[in-house]
Every structure is written in structure tokens, then in C-alpha cells.
């Protein structure tokens, strides 16, 4: 939220890509399945805390990219790249933990 603010208020909007990312992947997609798991107590285990670690990581790693990609930096576009496949796994990994619970 700090991100948007400070976007707003210097009117210097190249990093709302990751404005945008960070709020679905860190806020949205980790608050949905974290009531997912208060819901559904047999899918809170050693799966969960890997599908968290690697949506971490993978967001952490996605922001840099995006952020370096933003600003014209092509050197991080790898960064973007890895942490995009970080992040689909995770999503994957969550999918295969809902079906096996649900």
C-alpha cells in the first residue's frame, strides 16, 4: 500500500506492475489460501509451509525483476522469469493440496 501511495504522490507510476503483483500474489493469493488452511485443518502441514516458502521466494524474486524491468534494466528480467515459475509452482503446488484435501 506504501508503494501506491508513494506512486501517487510523486506521480511516477513505472513500478505499478509490481504495485499490482505484490497486492495479488502477497495480499490476495496468501490471504485466500491461508483461510483455506484455518478452514481446512488436514491441509495445514509440511505442504502448506512449502507452498508459503515458495510463494514467498517466488514474490520476493518477482519483485526484483520487476522492479529492475520497470526502471529499463533488462538485466533482470532472469529475476522476473525464475520468480514467475517460483510463483506458478506454488499456485500449483496449492491446487494439488485443495484437491487432495477438498
Not at 501517487?8 to 490476495?28: E, F, M, P, S, Y
Request: charged share 10%.
Amino acid at each position: 500500500m506504501l508503494l501506491g501511495i508513494a506512486m501517487g504522490v510523486l506521480n511516477d507510476h513505472r513500478l505499478k506492475t509490481l504495485h499490482a503483483h505484490v497486492n495479488l500474489i502477497g495480499w490476495v493469493s496468501l490471504f485466500l489460501a491461508g483461510l483455506y488452511y484455518r478452514q481446512i485443518p488436514a491441509a495445514d502441514g509440511k505442504l502448506a509451509r512449502w507452498h508459503f516458502a515458495l510463494a514467498t521466494l517466488g514474490l520476493a524474486v518477482l519483485s526484483i525483476g520487476l522492479a529492475g524491468l520497470a526502471f529499463g534494466e533488462m538485466a533482470f528480467e532472469p529475476f522476473a522469469i525464475v520468480g514467475s515459475f517460483l510463483t506458478i509452482i506454488s499456485m500449483g503446488l496449492f491446487s494439488w493440496i485443495v484437491m487432495r484435501t477438498s
